[in-house]
């Protein structure tokens, strides 16, 4: 049953971590335990947030911390994992940190598929693609990712487990769902949204709909920060055909992002519209357990420099146009042998981007900044599980390729005539700005973009039952990253860095190495009836990671084009460098008895330079919250306190600004009218503080209340509520 009554909120799950890769909702009570031996390899390190749709007090898997159904932006679900944080460059265009790596490093996916934006920079995250809604529980794992659950997953790996169509296997029609108003009042944000489930014998059908729109933002102090309006639209079904011991759906679904404030970028969203459909499929045969999907992605995107924010020079005014065409693919089989769980796949995708940068005041203007590329990539993978006495061991080998082409570039600046007025002042020495273009442009279509790189991930986890309150993990990985399209080819400088928005413009390096990291990672579960206590310190070497450095001789061109175009004197080129992270994170709880619960999360990570005395930008500070909860029969309460330290380690290559610390405090409760009606609403920042996420980002817009490049103030006090109908 799709609403059946479940233990909601954050909790750490106990996974039967194969069993996720093949069943939609395996993790909610263990269905596929059926054995011993699954029973011993369930609880691989893995935190998992599940849809806050139902609440009835406290349960052994409870909860810290709560997605909210409403938010316009899932990656803000990630506040609640020890290690976890967000990358805000608005308010829909949250990117994924963990561990203090982000973006591009990090295994998105979801339901098992990788989704890539259109969005050079990264305006259409792969969080972006799903919404809270039918979202029915977002895993993060922890400590080493296997090599099972992505493409690339050097960074870590979150797998969002979107609601499916459940069958009844019931002759008489059923149908349920609910329906969902939200509001908010800082930016008077509205959300309106419904999910119904249609079942009839082996057949069932989801259908989805969820409008959500908002203003912009205002800060403690009532500085208003814009633009962060935003407005948003998703619809979306899946068709399910479910028989004994197999399974067949289809689904599909709309994403319409439409004038949506980035203010941390160059550009504000215009549009992006995607499409997104999927096949997939479960099925055993001898003896082996089948999954397949086929998916397919596409999604055009627009941004401008004119529309949301000031721009008082119709010279500079600048329209991007960025497409994204995605093919994905992967197939598993699994069996449980004396010798353990084996699990084989393969799994791929071949992407196209597009985009070009226009200006609609001026027909002549156009910078082709990628064409035609394509970055394609292929995973193989086998993965062993076992069990000795008291340790679990799981161990995965993932050979991968990455191929990546570009087509070539044109740009009108080329065609621009010498000693324009562009030029004033300078000497007749210096080469123009065409004459620059032009270098640029030609050394790049003149070089060869074919590239090939081929990588092999080793993960390996172990865990040990050290006594009946007391596990010890332990972890090590091989991972490997190729580089992106961006990183590789931006050709002239630019700021299309999927969402660096370090204010830097860059350029890339067609013959960039892989990023290959060593990691190593150790944590302990304390837990009994009263306590859970998860304490994990991790370090990682990262040899040739990629990080934009100062330009060199061998490129002057760039680096006057920089500066001439962008006015831009720190311009950056993606390099291989040498990097380390460590740190540690931890999460817990103490039920006091059973209406009162305390639970904490605190997270540490310090990300530094290995070939110079820098540090890694934008890195989370340290942070954590603490958290006291009230049960009832019918409703619950909980008064949060959120925190960060300040920020001083920060990165001089990236001219990154330091942040000072805070504290804020959020209340929220929970009532059931009955067993349909139910109403969540709260107040978060509730004493109106002024403050700064380190990671939120600098102002990038001209003209606003908030000075350019300071760093944008995050939501002062915000009321909110959710009622859910559910029939
Ligand atoms: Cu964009």
Redesign the pocket.
Known sequence: MIFSIKPVALAISSILLLGSLFSVNTFANNALDTNSSANDIDDIEVITITNQRHHLGIDSNESYAQGKTTEPDLANWLLSIPGANVNTNGPVTGIAQYRGLFGDRISTTLDGQVVIGA???S??TPLSYSTPLIVESMTVYRGIAPVSVGINTLGGAIDVKMRKAESNNSQKLAIDGDVQVGSRSNNNAQTLSSVINIAKGNVAGLFYGNVQEGESIESGDNTKISPTDFAKRQFGTDLRYVRDDSETGFSYHYTDTQDSG?PA?P?D?EYIYSHRANLDGKFSLAGWQADWLLGYTDAD?G?TNFEMRLNSNPEKYRR?N?TGITTNYKFTVNKEFLFGDIELGIDGYFADHDSVITNPMNVMFEVVNFNDVEDNRFGLFAQWQDTFNATKVQLGVRLKKAESSAGEVATSMALMMPMNSGMGGMNSTMPSMADLAKDLRDNFNNSDRRITDTNIDIALSTETQISAGLSLYVGLGLKNRAPSYQERYLWTPMESTGGLADGNTYIGDINLESETAYQADIGLTYQTQKVMLAPHVFYQNIDNYIQGTPLGMGDMSAKMMAQMMAGDDNPLKFTNVDAKLYGVDVNGHYYINEQVQLSAIVSYVRGERRDINDNLYRIAPLNGQLNASYFSENWSASLAFVMAAAQNDVSLTNDEQKSAGYGIVNIDALYHFNNNLTLRAGVDNLFDKEYQNHLGGYNRVKGSAVPVMDRLPAEGTSAWAELTYSF
């Open positions: 969005g050079p920079n305006m259409d980035t970028l550009m969203i995107h941004m991007n960025a």
